[in-house]
Nanobody
Framework: VQLQASGGGLVQAGGSLRLSCAAS????????LGWFRQAPGKEREFVAG????????YYADSAKGRFAISRDNAENTVYLQMNSLKPEDTAVYYC????????????????????WGQGTLVTVSS
């Protein structure tokens, strides 16, 4: 099982980044997916979640209106489009997968997830 996150980097405030997370070793379409982030000295926090089908999504208040999560089950990849980035978005971003029978459910708790990627660093300069 592998989740490989990529797309992080240094961007100025107001800029955009698109994170990708490529999955392998498990039945991708049977898993709900999520993006989380962890800033230095802080706990890992939920950013966005998407159901197995991709039809249901949910965002943390900090991400609403700026970020968009999507998935491509044919490519075994989940994305996080991040726009209007702010310095407070600086963190290591992690993708995660949770096995579920429910095609329409997303999950927001860290402990709910089965698999985690290695993280990709996003730094937003002011």
């Amino acid at each position: 099982v592998q989740l490989q996150a990529s797309g992080g980097g240094l961007v100025q405030a107001g800029g955009s980044l698109r994170l990708s997370c490529a999955a392998s070793g498990f039945s991708f379409s049977s898993y709900a997916l999520g993006w989380f982030r962890q800033a230095p000295g802080k706990e890992r926090e939920f950013v966005a979640g998407i159901s197995r089908s991709g039809g249901s999504t949910y965002y943390a208040d900090s991400a609403k209106g700026r970020f968009a999560i999507s998935r491509d089950n044919a490519e075994n990849t989940v994305y996080l489009q991040m726009n209007s980035l702010k310095p407070e978005d600086t963190a290591v971003y992690y993708c995660a997968a949770k096995y579920t029978y429910n095609t329409a459910t997303y999950y927001i708790q860290v402990k709910a997830y089965d698999y985690w990627g290695q993280g990709t660093l996003v730094t937003v300069s002011s």
